[in-house]
């Protein structure tokens, strides 16, 4: 229900600029609940964005204890990002103001990255966006020192087109994006698997098929997850289902074909094997002979 709500709202948005005199798509007024605020000083502005986040999807993180991911961090984004699947959430990148209002709308806080420095000397600043307000053209941001500032429209965009209006939502396994896109919710998806977090990406593609049952890539991916935590023969099905569906079947054929001789051998090494007969006894020679 709440999927279908989703798209519902995302088709009125379609094509609409989001301060547009039409009909709204989306409440005036927005607050996302329980984002907790972290002060970012100095460094701290990436851990701090992260911890929030992570907070308000349920885990509770000191930013302190973010601090030694982002020492190294060339580009926020993709640190962000693993820092999340690290933590066993799923980071799902998206683009643009529509995007991110769509997941304002839905109770999603988005992580932004701004350049509050040059082209030439980018000053990359993590913040979080938790609202907006379509009446004074503001959208609401955790930064800074300052919970649910207020930021013109013009300023908020101006400062975040150097990152390409990229944001973060990051989501417990299971949970699925408003706007979530196949291919790159698959790869969100992956991302956690490859993090290790093998349980969590199985979640991920488990709510990933409830908007495409169809697809391979899904089905592939779910396989590839099952397997590694250790389900082979769910990882079976998840083959078997993708090479149904794919316009190439080889690699879900390739991979199903393995699982099943990998199967066959630990049925056969588990299966009691008879024991040859003892031969008997002598017979004890009778007395007097």
């Known amino acids: 229900?709440?999927?279908?709500?989703?798209?519902?709202?995302?088709?009125?948005?379609?094509?609409?600029?989001?301060?547009?005199?039409?009909?709204?798509?989306?409440?005036?007024?927005?607050?996302?609940?329980?984002?907790?605020?972290?002060?970012?000083?100095?460094?701290?502005?990436?851990p701090a964005a992260m911890a929030m986040v992570l907070?308000?999807?349920?885990?509770?993180?000191?930013?302190?204890?973010?601090?030694?991911?982002?020492?190294?961090?060339?580009?926020?984004?993709?640190?962000?990002?693993?820092?999340?699947n690290r933590y066993g959430?799923?980071?799902?990148?998206?683009?643009?103001?529509?995007?991110?209002m769509a997941e304002l709308a839905v109770g999603h806080p988005v992580v932004v990255v701004q350049n509050l420095g040059v082209d030439s000397a980018p000053k990359w600043n993590c913040a979080v966006a938790v609202g907006f307000d379509r009446e004074q053209g503001q959208i609401l941001v955790?930064?800074?020192?300052?919970?649910?500032?207020?930021?013109?429209?013009r300023l908020f965009e101006r400062l975040?087109?150097?990152?390409?209006?990229?944001?973060?939502?990051?989501?417990?396994?299971?949970?699925?994006p408003a706007a979530a896109r196949q291919p790159d919710y698959v790869k969100a998806a992956y991302n956690l698997?490859?993090?290790?977090?093998?349980?969590?990406?199985?979640?991920?593609?488990?709510?990933?098929?409830a908007l495409?049952?169809?697809?391979?890539?899904?089905?592939?991916?779910?396989?590839?997850?099952?397997?590694?935590?250790?389900?082979?023969r769910g990882a079976a099905d998840a083959?078997?289902?993708?090479?149904?569906?794919?316009?190439?079947?080889?690699p879900a054929s390739a991979a199903l074909a393995q699982i099943s001789a990998e199967l066959e051998t630990v049925a056969v090494a588990d299966k009691p094997q008879s024991k040859p007969m003892p031969k008997p006894l002598p017979r004890p020679a009778r007395a007097g002979r």
């Open 1 to 46: 229900m709440r999927v279908l709500k989703t798209l519902a709202c995302l088709g009125l948005l379609a094509g609409c600029s989001p301060w547009s005199a039409e009909p709204p798509a989306h409440p005036t007024l927005t607050r996302v609940a329980g984002v907790p605020f972290y002060p970012q000083e100095g460094f701290r502005c990436g």
């Open 55 to 84: 907070d308000w999807s349920g885990l509770y993180v000191k930013p302190s204890a973010l601090e030694a991911h982002f020492f190294t961090m060339r580009d926020p984004r993709k640190t962000l990002a693993e820092t999340a």
């Open 89 to 100: 959430r799923l980071a799902y990148s998206i683009s643009g103001t529509n995007a991110m």
């Open 142 to 153: 955790h930064a800074g020192d300052q919970a649910a500032k207020r930021m013109s429209m």
């Open 160 to 176: 975040w087109a150097d990152s390409d209006n990229w944001g973060l939502v990051v989501l417990r396994p299971g949970e699925l």
């Open 193 to 209: 698997e490859r993090a290790g977090r093998y349980w969590e990406a199985v979640l991920a593609y488990d709510a990933g098929l």
């Open 212 to 232: 495409w049952p169809n697809d391979p890539d899904t089905l592939m991916g779910l396989g590839s997850s099952l397997y590694l935590l250790g389900d082979p």
């Open 239 to 250: 083959y078997r289902a993708a090479a149904g569906v794919a316009h190439d079947p080889s």
